[in-house]
């Protein structure tokens, strides 16, 4: 394994959370999706010692050579108590060098961020993670109740790998779990000026399919009026053009009801999305939780100029909301036509969690203990976590990854996204309210 580079800034300058996000962000865990990935194992060995550092027993799964999850238990002062999954995942998803301004696994600090892939989504959450546990076992220290760590491999390809995989074959590393904290909640956003957390209490339901297209192989210069790439682009067109309806659930009901709220108006006055818009760069999110997505994202077919192939393939990543996955599918083979084949290659549940309950009152506490008077709303995300996984075991998940933004930080565009980066401050914020919630909840 190779050691990480020379950090342009000193270590003695970084908070550890940064050294660690930057440390993780220098292992390469690209997840290229249908079972192909760099793998995990580099990256969960360097958690696992941090662990081990802690004085904490961590075990090792690997579900295939190279895709290896690390879990391990911290005890509670009250273990009567249910206990509290915190997890992430260590792979990342594919970054093209040539398209960012920094090396992506490079661990860059510049412009009061650090910069790579994974430094959002959510090698960042990970550090965070690894940094709050130290300060928690810090001289014999000890959280509130159980503690369930996990760092899963293969969350960008659905788990299959890693959170699913533990969930399927060994429940009893998360005995006695009733909840769980993971990614993409937790972050300040800006309405009408004023600054809000949202807090995840939900999560889209996931389906990735494939549309297949067949034809008459045959020479490029022939009349054909069946071609299969002309088949699959029409079916493709009519997916990525379908504009699905408003349907709001209780979750996106609430939020739309505290934005019209923040911005003193009826929510009456505004439609839904005029209030999503409101929200400014988190806008990117919330319209999408407000209804079904279907994008076409990857289109495979032919082999040479002057051959038809007689096959043509495309990749639809569709987010249904919670409960319709059904009535989407439907809908979407209505849509294509019978002479579309339809392979669906990854399904997951939809989650929607109540926002109450003393997991979320201790939240809003802690939130309003570091940052005095900013509400916090709740939020239905419109991808998916390893929360879903852990559903199977009745463990109620909420995305809660603290961190406090520059209200002219565009994050929901970094996530997947090109100069992926996240602010030193925010990463020290997340620190202190992280460490603040597992010491006391």
Request: glycine content about 10%.
């Amino acid at each position: 394994m190779t050691a990480p580079a020379t950090s342009p800034a000193s270590a003695d300058t970084l908070d550890l959370t940064t050294e660690i996000a930057r440390d993780l962000i220098r292992f390469d865990t690209t997840n290229y999706g249908e079972g192909r990935s760099n793998g995990e194992t580099d990256a969960a060995e360097y958690v696992a010692e941090k662990l081990r550092a802690l004085g904490l027993a961590p075990e090792l799964f690997d579900s295939e050579p190279g895709r290896t999850s690390v879990v391990a238990r911290v005890p509670g002062r009250d273990r009567s108590t249910g206990a509290l999954v915190v997890h992430g995942h260590l792979d990342v998803v594919p970054a093209d060098p040539a398209n960012w301004s920094v090396d992506p696994f490079g661990g860059e600090i510049k412009d009061g961020m650090l910069w790579g892939r994974g430094a959002v989504d959510m090698k960042n959450m990970d550090a965070m993670i690894l940094a709050s546990l130290t300060d928690v076992l810090d001289q014999g220290g000890q959280p509130e109740r159980d503690l369930i760590i996990a760092f899963f491999a293969d969350e960008e390809a659905g788990g299959v790998f890693g959170s699913h995989h533990l969930v399927d074959t060994r429940p009893d590393l998360f005995a006695g779990a009733t909840e769980a904290i993971s990614e993409v909640g937790g972050y300040s956003i800006s309405i009408g000026g004023e600054r809000a957390y949202l807090l995840q209490t939900g999560e889209k339901a996931l389906i990735w399919l494939k549309l297949v297209a067949h034809g008459p192989a045959g020479h490029g210069s022939r009349l054909v009026t069946d071609n299969a790439i002309t088949r699959l682009a029409e079916a493709v067109a009519k997916v990525g053009r379908r504009q699905w309806p408003i349907r709001l659930t209780n979750t996106t009901r609430q939020l739309l009801s505290e934005i019209a709220r923040i911005l003193g108006v009826e929510p009456q006055s505004m439609g839904p999305d005029e209030l999503a818009l409101a929200t400014g760069t988190a806008s990117g999110f919330i319209q999408a939780s407000l209804r079904t997505t279907m994008n076409p994202t990857v289109l495979q077919a032919g082999y040479k100029h002057n051959v038809i192939p007689d096959r043509a393939e495309a990749l639809i990543d569709v987010r249904s909301l919670p409960g319709e996955e059904d009535a989407v599918l439907a809908e979407l083979a209505e849509l294509v036509g019978p002479d579309i084949e339809i392979v669906v290659m990854h399904r997951d549940v939809g989650l929607e969690t109540e926002f109450a309950g003393p997991l979320i009152d201790r939240i809003v506490q802690t939130l309003d203990t570091h940052d005095p008077g900013a509400p916090v709303l709740p939020y239905l995300m419109p991808a998916g976590t390893d929360n879903k996984a852990l559903s199977k075991l009745g463990i109620k998940g909420y995305g809660f990854a603290p961190l406090k933004l520059p209200a002219n930080l565009d994050f929901p565009a970094l996530f997947h996204g090109v100069d992926e980066r996240v602010p030193l401050d925010a990463l020290v914020f997340g620190r202190t309210v992280l460490t603040d919630l597992l010491t006391t909840y």
